[in-house]
């Protein structure tokens, strides 16, 4: 089991960027695909961008293609998510999440594959 924590959220107008982290301990993040959701208030957790173990892959819902982007440094135990052009509909608590695998190419777009969930961090996005 690893522990996770987010961070890098915030308010931010229309059209501007952040970068989330998510800081693993307790484990190697190197043994894990990773993946990023998003709730929002009354909604259901979603898939937002994932990357494989070898970081080698990666994958984002159509929403945010072309502005997201998931990375990985398993030397700093950490992934990122940039986030650019953001619209108010990004509005959402912001979720990392690690799937413990042995397939270094596997890229995982399900929540029920991951076993290990970080507590979130809100990111709020002005019209």
């Known amino acids: 089991q690893v522990q996770l924590v987010e961070s890098g959220g915030g308010l931010v107008q229309a059209g501007g960027s952040l970068r989330l982290s998510c800081a693993a301990s307790?484990?190697?993040?190197?043994?894990?695909?990773m993946g990023w959701f998003r709730q929002a208030p009354g909604k259901e957790r979603e898939y937002q961008a994932a990357?494989?173990?070898?970081?080698?892959?990666?994958y984002s819902a159509d929403s945010v293609k072309g502005r997201f982007t998931i990375s990985r440094d398993n030397a700093k135990n950490t992934v990122y998510l940039q986030m650019n052009s953001l619209k108010p509909e990004d509005t959402a608590v912001y979720y990392c999440?690690?799937?413990?695998?042995?397939?270094?190419?596997?890229?995982?777009?399900?929540?029920?594959?991951?076993?290990?969930w970080g507590q979130g961090t809100q990111v709020t996005v002005s019209s």
């Open positions: 999440a690690a799937a413990r695998t042995t397939y270094g190419a596997n890229v995982y777009r399900t929540k029920s594959m991951y076993g290990d």
């Open positions: 307790g484990g190697t993040l190197s043994n894990y695909a």
């Open positions: 990357i494989s173990q070898n970081g080698e892959n990666t």
